[in-house]
T-cell receptor
Framework: DSGVTQTPKHLITATGQRVTLRCSPR?????VYWYQQSLDQGLQFLIQ???????AKGNILERFSAQQFPDLHSELNLSSLELGDSALYFC????????????FGDGTRLSIL | EDQVTQSPEALRLQEGESSSLNCSYTVSGLRGLFWYRQDPGKGPEFLFTLYSAGEEKEKERLKATLTKKESFLHITAPKPEDSATYLC???????????FGPGTRLSVLP
């Protein structure tokens, strides 16, 4: 058990809809990272927050947004969903903001119908 | 642009048959190279961090090494429970991006 909790485990929705994925980091970790994993793209870094502030940005679409709250949990919002957004979304956390081992949750599987 | 490739794509070993997995990277200044293990339906599990060429780290049957252009994950006398996908990732000196390789799918047969 990594200590990182992601909810929900599965999500099924339709094109054009909006969903929110939630992540609770390991106790004591200040950084939260979001990743997308699909069969053809592998694990793609989306965004990192450190202690409530955006720290690094990867290949995150404009339709996607994230935030980290004062209690350090994070939410990833996906809007105007397309079929191609179907994927596993992972959250990871680490103690610091750089060069730290990341501890991953077990992901949210998003299916767009 | 930072890039990570891994080879082979898949590897089947007999129990006890040692081998190595390769991770080749192109990065504008390496801040850190990370190895992870991922089991089906699970998130990646952290194994090692390497920071500079020449560095080596070991954990049980696994040993990771780093050169200026690649890293190797050596698996000595593997067991069936070592079957998993092994992922390599890099962070560049700007600290703004984490790039994962596509992984090597390892199967160890009893």
């Amino acid at each position: 058990d990594s200590g990182v909790t992601q909810t929900p485990k599965h999500l099924i929705t339709a094109t054009g809809q909006r969903v929110t994925l939630r992540c609770s980091p390991r106790s004591g970790d200040l950084s939260v990272y979001w990743y997308q994993q699909s069969l053809d793209q592998g694990l793609q870094f989306l965004i990192q927050y450190y202690n409530g502030e955006e720290r690094a940005k990867g290949n995150i679409l404009e339709r996607f947004s994230a935030q980290q709250f004062p209690d350090l949990h994070s939410e990833l919002n996906l809007s105007s969903l397309e079929l191609g957004d179907s994927a596993l979304y992972f959250c990871a956390s680490s103690a610091g903001w750089s060069n730290q081992p990341q501890h991953f949750g077990d992901g949210t599987r998003l299916s767009i119908l | 642009e930072d890039q990570v490739t891994q080879s082979p794509e898949a590897l089947r070993l007999q129990e006890g048959e040692s081998s190595s997995l390769n991770c080749s990277y192109t990065v504008s200044g390496l801040r850190g190279l990370f190895w992870y293990r991922q089991d089906p339906g699970k998130g990646p599990e952290f194994l090692f961090t390497l920071y500079s060429a020449g560095e080596e780290k070991e954990k049980e049957r696994l040993k990771a090494t780093l050169t200026k252009k690649e890293s190797f994950l050596h698996i000595t006398a593997p067991k069936p429970e070592d079957s998993a996908t092994y992922l390599c990732a890099v962070q560049d000196n700007y600290g703004q991006n984490f790039v994962f390789g596509p992984g090597t799918r390892l199967s160890v047969l009893p």
